[in-house]
C-alpha cells in the first residue's frame, strides 16, 4: 500500500527512496501507481493532499506529519551543532520574487535582509517550487553585517502553474543556509511573501487559448 508523509514547512530534506510531490500535477501522475513512499512538500499541497484522501477514503495512507523545525529542533535531517543551538535565532529576512512565462527562462530577484552583528557567507537556496532549486544552489555572495542586499538569479525554465491553480501567483516555499562569520551554521525559512508570478497558455474549453 502506498504511503505518505506531508510535510508542510517544505524544510526537510526528502529521505532516499521517497517519491518527492510538489505539485498537484505530480500528486495527479503519481499516486497510488505504486506501493512506495510519497513526501508531498509544502503546506498548500499538504492540505490539499489531505482533502483528497479524505474525499477517496484514503487517510489511512498518512503514516507521518513534518512539525515545524523550531518547535522540534531534534527532528532536523541536518541538525546543528549544540553551540549553536544555544545562540539566538539570527534575524534574517529573504524574500524571493520574479515574474516569467511557463516553461521559458526567468529571473528571480532574492533579497536578504540581514540584521545580524555578523556577515552572512556560504549560502544555499532551497525553493521547493522550482526544479533548478529543490536540492539547494550556491549563492555566489557575502551579506554584511546590518545591511541588505538584493541579487539576480537565473531561473532556466519558468515552471508551470498547477492545473486549477487560482490567479498567476505561485507562492514560493523553502529555506536559505548560510554560515554566521564563517562559523556557525544555520537555517531560515522563506518569508511568506515570496512569489513567482506565472504567464501561462490555458485552455479556455472554446477552442481559444488564453494567458493568464
Known amino acids: 500500500m502506498a504511503k505518505v508523509i506531508l510535510d508542510p514547512t517544505g524544510l526537510y530534506q526528502i529521505p532516499p527512496g ?126 554584511p553585517a546590518l545591511e541588505k542586499v538584493t541579487l539576480k538569479i537565473d531561473i532556466p525554465v519558468c515552471p508551470e502553474l498547477p492545473i486549477r491553480h487560482q490567479g498567476n501567483k505561485l507562492c514560493l516555499t523553502g529555506a536559505i543556509e548560510f554560515r554566521l562569520a564563517d562559523n556557525e551554521v544555520r537555517r531560515v525559512p522563506l518569508d511568506s511573501e515570496s512569489v513567482l508570478m506565472v504567464n501561462q497558455m490555458f485552455r479556455s474549453g472554446l477552442d481559444i487559448d488564453e494567458v493568464i
Do not use: H
Not at 29 to 51: H, I, M, N, P
Not at 115 to 120: E, F
Open 18 to 143: 521517497c517519491t518527492p510531490i510538489t505539485t498537484e500535477v505530480e500528486w495527479l501522475q503519481y499516486f497510488f501507481l505504486a506501493d512506495c513512499t510519497y513526501w508531498v512538500k509544502g503546506k498548500r499541497l499538504c492540505d490539499w493532499s489531505r482533502e483528497w484522501l479524505r474525499a477517496w477514503d484514503k487517510m489511512e495512507a498518512i503514516i507521518e506529519e513534518k512539525q515545524n523545525p523550531d518547535s522540534q529542533p531534534e527532528s532536523l535531517i541536518e541538525p546543528i551543532s549544540s553551540d549553536s543551538e544555544e545562540m539566538p535565532p539570527p534575524s534574517v529576512r529573504v524574500v524571493c520574487s520574479g515574474k516569467g512565462v511557463a516553461r521559458k527562462p526567468a529571473e528571480l530577484q532574492v533579497a536578504i535582509d540581514n540584521s545580524n552583528s555578523l556577515p552572512l557567507s556560504n549560502l544555499c537556496l532551497y525553493i521547493n517550487e522550482l526544479a533548478t532549486f529543490r536540492n539547494g544552489t550556491t549563492l555566489d555572495a557575502r551579506i
